[in-house]
């Protein structure tokens, strides 16, 4: 997964310019124990997808899921019956 990252990013920038941000609804999640905060998150979102939505989960790091699995299933499910 990590060794095509720098090429998946290629293809994604090239996806992008060529057909425009995506107009599936998005939500972009982060934890505060993450390397990344809400601006950061919503802004990488952004690059690709239009009306982005961002979450916050208090506690957890960059593998959410993981270490909260409850709270995110409560937050994904609530965003999937919002969009």
Excluded at 16 to 28: H, I
């Amino acid at each position: 997964m990590y060794r095509t990252f720098e090429a998946d990013g290629k293809m994604n920038n090239e996806w992008a310019e060529k057909n425009g941000k995506s107009t599936v609804p998005c939500m972009a999640l982060w934890g505060g124990k993450s390397f990344a905060d809400e601006q950061t998150a919503q802004s990488m979102a952004e690059q690709y997808y239009q009306g982005v939505q961002c979450d916050f989960v208090e506690g957890s790091g960059h593998w959410i899921a993981e270490e909260k699995p409850s709270v995110f299933v409560e937050k994904v499910l609530k965003w999937v019956e919002r969009n």
